[in-house]
């Protein structure tokens, strides 16, 4: 089973991604998410040296929950930024957010939540992989950013990933 199925949860994952983008619940579109949820895996698995450690998969839908929740907020107030604050107010910053975090998934998922969130973006990461370069749309304090960052975020997948 293992063979035919490499990383069951991308094959599932991409299965109910081909269901959502379809929008329909037909034959025709469970055959095509059944290939492209078994092909897929098959094809890149050469290029996946170790799977990901998932030891706490409720903390990662919790996790997922806490994402959506916060990029809906990060909308308001990104909105109100643009909107309503003068431009000579507005105090961008590049903030350096030292990783604690060793599993390369567990970073990658830290920076794309990063970038996912309005008003974020991570930019670079070190060439150690010890640090996350990352840009602020308003940032009056860099290190309350960093912190928060590092407890709302980095904190939830270390205890998800390690």
Same mark, same amino acid.
């Given at each position: 089973m293992r063979r035919l199925f490499p990383h069951p949860y991308l094959t599932l994952t991409l299965i109910v991604l081909w269901f959502l983008l379809v929008n329909q619940w037909k034959l025709g579109s469970l055959v095509m998410a059944a290939f492209?949820?078994?092909?897929?895996? /098959? /094809?890149?698995s050469a290029w996946w040296p170790d799977r990901a450690r998932v030891k706490h998969p409720l903390g990662l839908a919790a996790y997922s929950a806490l994402v959506l929740w916060d990029v809906i907020v990060a909308n308001f107030q990104v909105a109100r930024i643009v909107l309503f604050m003068p431009r000579d107010r507005i105090q961008s910053n590049w903030i350096t957010i030292p990783l604690d975090l060793r599993s390369p998934e567990a970073i990658s998922l830290l920076a794309g939540t990063i970038t996912m969130t309005p008003g974020t973006l991570t930019s670079?990461?070190?060439a150690c992989g010890r640090a996350l370069l990352v840009h602020a749309l308003h940032a009056p304090d860099p290190d309350a950013v960093r912190d928060e960052i590092k407890a709302r975020y980095e904190a939830r997948l270390k205890r998800i990933f390690e």
């Open positions: 492209l949820g078994t092909a897929i895996p /098959l /094809l890149t670079d990461m070190s």
